[in-house]
């Protein structure tokens, strides 16, 4: 099983292959794939850009959204909130939460 897996056009994913992450596919059919990486479980993070989760169906989306494992992570500008529920979701722990916040 990979890591990390890396969906997207070649420019989101030159920067990961540059960052070391080998498993970095340039994909024209973003949910294709995702759902061949979902069924088999063969990563253990897939990122994919925002603006191709935006493209997905709504039922991909409420697969991707609803998925313990493998993570899929979006990235791009999707706001703040929206990662910290999903990471909260993941691990269970809310990593955003300060002791300044409580107070």
Do not use: W
Request: aromatic share 4%; hydrophobic share 45%; proline share 2%.
């Amino acid at each position: 099983m990979a890591g990390i897996v890396v969906l997207g056009d070649n420019a989101f994913v030159l920067g990961f292959r540059l960052a070391g992450i080998q498993d970095a596919f340039v994909e024209e059919h973003i949910e294709k794939r995702l759902a061949m990486l979902l069924n088999e479980k063969a990563a253990s993070i897939i990122v994919i850009h925002d603006t191709d989760y935006a493209m997905l169906s709504p039922a991909m989306k409420r697969r991707v959204n609803e998925t313990m494992e493998p993570v899929v992570v979006s990235i791009g500008k999707l706001d703040e909130e929206n990662i910290r529920e999903r990471i909260k979701r993941a691990i269970g722990i809310d990593l955003y939460k300060s002791e300044s916040r409580n107070v």
